[in-house]
């Protein structure tokens, strides 16, 4: 029996288990005399024709019968019938004599007749193929009517049939009804992130695929079209990426085609809508005049070009297609079209994009219009369109004199990091080579290049570009140097380089001025406190502290709120540095300041460290490094991933915690992050000291004292303390231990924070003789009650329980490990919750576990998601609720079913109902 001449294959299909599965279990059904039927709708490039690839693929023994609806033959009758239905019509003798004749006519003839002969003779031909049968019908909305009717009649009648029918439409059509849907919506990240590796397989640079993942908004045909169309410069990071489908390729060729059948009149409002996508209706009314804008525009709503938006506005669908309409539209009529929004946007607050365009419209000199623009843009961000780095590199382009030109290309630069546009920053940056560059600009331009040299590349060569800028910077622009000096010092931080720090903090105090304004004093006294913080002068350092306190009310700026709150927290006042941390993240999302959120978040996730907030830690790591990902921030990135690590210890997920601290370690050691590294070594030692591998623990915890910066860092050091000093006890490292010890009782007393003072206290109880270790426990405790951290009083009472246990008095002992065991269960601390009940067990008391019997099979991690996929989660969505990515959901999804000697989601539903 014939078959379809073969199709070429797309790469793998990346996100789509879901809908894989769905196609699967039809087929499957189908094989056991259960057919049915599917309309899969999608915007174009959605992988229609993929997922009917796979479908065919899965058809092992079926007849496979496929057709494409053509646009050229949708007037003729019967057109797609003939298409699909050409292979097996050696079996219409099988039909009654009536019905063969009627088919036979329709698809040599085109005759239809009307009636339901022609669709009950199209359903009988496929029951009558005596296989399996797997027919396929792409474009389903370019089929000729009667082809279309006939089949969707069949579609509707399948039961008890071996027939699949599979439809591919686009995402405004509509389903026939009693047919069933699955629409394909975008990819998700990681999904895209995969399918790029597919298609590049020589890999993309981060900050490259995060940007061409924005511009593709999921779409695997516009990926894949992006990619193939980079250049050596844009790979490299020399050019800006695109953004952008490239023109003249398949979606931009499908979306000029649809938009080449709207009026005329139409396609000028449409226009109008891509040169401005903020334009409201009220503007839009008034460009329109004296024709009405919402007749006008109902063509292009029925086709599913445009959607009503929030803010009494319209937007494209498909985003893709706004760059489609502008490049399709002539010069002139662009031109005409800036021309026209610049006299309706005559507002105040419409300076920026008034000014904007005019700038494209060419309406007046340029050095006028570019003046204009570059004051409007300098006047403040108004956080929509156009972005304020778009309106300075316009300024410049349209600008003569080379010192302006490169001045506000400089600008233009400066605004686009912090947008978190990096790529296009160094793009910038790269134009000022050919142009006369003031010394002042220069400056400004090294302290760009440093600040994304700080963020992505190597912290040495940031230290070292960021000092130099300071230089340039000193005698034009003394708020800048000093910022620069400071940015310097966090290079010298993120390394884990304390002498390059302290260097740095001595050459700035030789710079202050008693008229400095605020935010330099701030900027100085933030120096001065962490410098006598890392000399281990901490009651010197508590003046400067809480003069940048006293100082930050008066600044306003993300960066400035985030020093206050590491101030905060070296003060040892955890609440006041959240609420600090969390007033830096939303004033940076605010104003638009996208590269410094990560930052941001990652001194939030410190200070929720200490409160033992693992749960928000976790989300607000996942958030950070997607993006610090998706902005080029490879060193945030690292960071995040350390203090994912650290989350994934707690939980007890052994295998996830060494993928992301590997991770971790792996970057940190080829940016020189001597913080990454060393958060990287505590979370593989929490995990250590979790597992009762105690000397694995110590080991680790030493690297992170280290002073050459690979894998040490002072802060992480004596945060890890407690950790080091219980490891070390139970290896019996004594001295270790109270040399550690030391240097934590030194911050701790100057903090007044019961918390850390709980800590101390608990190791110096590890430390006791036998007759001391109770009192000094409880004193810890009665600190910790005192505090805000559960999870370390939870640790506490553990410790303080084995040694009650094993001076022989279980009683007291069971009071504070029941008290232990609660907390870590609902923390989810898989290790700690069995040393707790292994200590109870040992106290004389049976522990039940409160598990499923698959529990005892699974890590916790394991279990939790699996009892999510029974409730029927797709992978993606597990990914979401846990914070996790698809692929990694995916391994422990077969590790699960291994573990647990399963096949399928359906036997894990049986065994864990």
């Not at 009026?263 to 005049?289: F, I, K, Q, S, Y």
């Not at 139970?730 to 903090?751: I, P």
């Not at 576990?849 to 797709?874: C, W, Y």
Request: aromatic share 4%; proline share 4%.
């Amino acid at each position: 029996m014939p078959s379809v001449s073969p199709v070429i294959r797309s790469p793998a299909l990346r996100g789509r288990d879901a809908e894989q599965d769905i196609l699967r279990r039809l087929v499957d059904d189908a094989r056991g005399r259960s057919g049915g039927a599917m309309v899969l709708l999608g915007a174009p490039g959605m992988g229609k024709s993929a997922m009917l690839d796979f479908a065919v693929d899965q058809a092992e023994g079926f007849v496979v019968l496929r057709t494409r609806g053509v646009e050229a033959e949708a007037a003729l009758p019967c057109a797609g019938l003939h298409g699909l239905l050409r292979p097996v019509m050696d079996r219409l003798p099988a039909l009654p004599a009536a019905q063969a004749e009627v088919l036979a006519g329709a698809l040599e003839l085109g005759a239809t007749g009307g009636g339901l002969a022609l669709p009950a003779s199209v359903l009988n031909l496929l029951a009558a193929v005596g296989r399996p049968v797997l027919a396929c019908v792409d474009d389903v909305h370019h089929l000729d009517a009667p082809s279309r009717e006939a089949l969707f009649f069949a579609a509707r009648r399948l039961a008890g049939e071996r027939i699949v029918l599979l439809f591919g439409a686009r995402d405004d059509s509509l389903a026939p009804e009693g047919v069933p849907e699955l629409r394909l919506g975008g990819l998700g990240e990681d999904a895209c992130h995969r399918l790029a590796d597919d298609l590049a397989p020589e890999g993309l640079g981060a900050e490259l695929r995060a940007s061409l993942i924005e511009v593709a908004r999921g779409n695997p045909l516009a990926l894949g079209e992006l990619v193939g169309s980079l250049s050596a410069a844009q790979v490299s990071g020399a050019a800006a990426p695109p953004d952008t489908l490239p023109p003249g390729g398949r979606l931009w060729r499908a979306y000029a085609d649809r938009l080449a059948r709207l009026p005329a009149e139409t396609g000028d409002l449409l226009l109008l809508l891509a040169a401005d996508p903020d334009l409201d209706m009220a503007a839009l009314v008034r460009a329109a005049e004296p024709a009405c804008a919402l007749t006008l525009l109902e063509p292009a709503e029925r086709a599913g070009v445009i959607v009503s938006a929030p803010g009494d506005r319209h937007a494209f669908r498909d985003p893709a297609m706004r760059p489609v309409v502008y490049a399709e539209a002539s010069s002139a009529r662009r031109r005409a079209a800036h021309r026209l929004l610049a006299s309706v946007l005559d507002h105040d607050h419409q300076r920026l994009r008034r000014a904007w365009h005019r700038a494209l419209s060419l309406d007046g000199p340029g050095e006028r219009l570019a003046d204009e623009l570059a004051a409007a843009a300098a006047a403040g961000s108004h956080g929509g369109y156009p972005a304020p780095w778009l309106a300075f590199e316009r300024a410049a382009e349209l600008t003569a004199r080379g010192d302006v030109k490169a001045a506000r290309l400089a600008a233009a630069a400066n605004r686009a990091w912090h947008a978190g546009l990096a790529r296009h920053a160094r793009s910038l940056l790269g134009r000022l080579c050919s142009l006369t560059v003031s010394e002042e600009v220069r400056g400004q331009a090294e302290l760009i290049r440093g600040s994304l040299e700080l963020r992505s590349g190597k912290t040495g060569s940031a230290r070292d570009e960021l000092l130099s800028a300071a230089g340039w910077l000193l005698d034009r622009d003394r708020g800048r140097a000093v910022r620069a000096l400071l940015r310097a010092s966090e290079a010298s931080y993120l390394a884990g380089d304390n002498s390059r720090f302290l260097a740095i903090a001595r050459q700035a105090a030789t710079l202050r001025r008693p008229d400095d304004p605020a935010a330099t004093q701030l900027m100085f006294e933030y120096l001065a406190g962490i410098a006598a913080t890392f000399r281990g002068r901490h009651r010197e350092a508590a003046d400067p502290l809480r003069r940048v306190l006293e100082l930050a009310p008066s600044v306003r700026n993300p960066s400035v709120l985030v020093w206050a709150g590491v101030a905060s927290l070296l003060l040892g006042d955890d609440v006041r540095a959240l609420g600090l941390s969390t007033r830096a993240v939303e004033a940076a999302r605010v104003r638009g300041a996208v590269s410094a959120v990560p930052q941001v978040l990652e001194f939030m996730i410190q200070t929720e460290i200490w409160m033992g907030r693992y749960a928000s830690v976790a989300a607000n790591a996942v958030e950070g490094l997607r993006l610090a990902r998706e902005s080029g921030q490879l060193n945030s990135a690292g960071q995040h991933l350390a203090w994912l690590a650290l989350t994934s210890a707690v939980e007890g997920d052994e295998e996830t915690c060494r993928i992301r601290a590997g991770s971790a370690i792996e970057l940190a050691g080829a940016h020189g992050l001597g913080v990454a590294g060393a958060l990287g070594n505590w979370a593989l030692a929490h995990l250590d000291l979790a597992a009762g591998r105690h000397a694995g623990a110590a080991k680790r915890l030493r690297a992170t004292a280290r002073a050459d910066g690979t894998n040490g860092h002072l802060v992480v050091r004596v945060m890890a303390i407690p950790h080091l000093v219980e490891a070390a006890v139970r290896t019996g490292e004594h001295e270790q231990a109270r040399a550690a010890l030391r240097v934590l009782d030194r911050w701790v007393g100057s903090t007044r924070s019961p918390d850390r003072l709980a800590l101390a206290a608990r190791c110096h109880a590890l430390l006791a003789a036998p007759g001391e270790a109770e009192e000094r426990f409880r004193d810890a405790l009665d600190l910790h009650h005192q505090g805000l951290c559960e999870f370390e009083t939870a640790r506490t009472q553990l410790l303080f329980g084995s040694v009650l246990r094993r001076n022989r008095r279980p009683g007291a002992a069971r009071e504070h490990l029941h008290s232990a065991l609660e907390t870590f269960e609902r923390s989810g601390a898989r290790l700690w919750t069995e040393q707790a009940r292994a200590e109870l067990r040992g106290a004389g008391e049976a522990v039940r576990s409160r598990g499923h019997k698959a529990a005892e099979k699974l890590t916790a991690q394991q279990f939790q998601i699996a009892r999510i996929v029974a409730d029927g989660a797709t992978n993606r969505e597990v990914a979401a609720r846990l914070y996790l990515s698809p692929r990694t959901v995916e391994h422990h999804l077969r590790n699960i079913f291994a573990k647990l000697d399963i096949r399928s989601r359906v036997e894990l539903v049986r065994l864990l109902s």
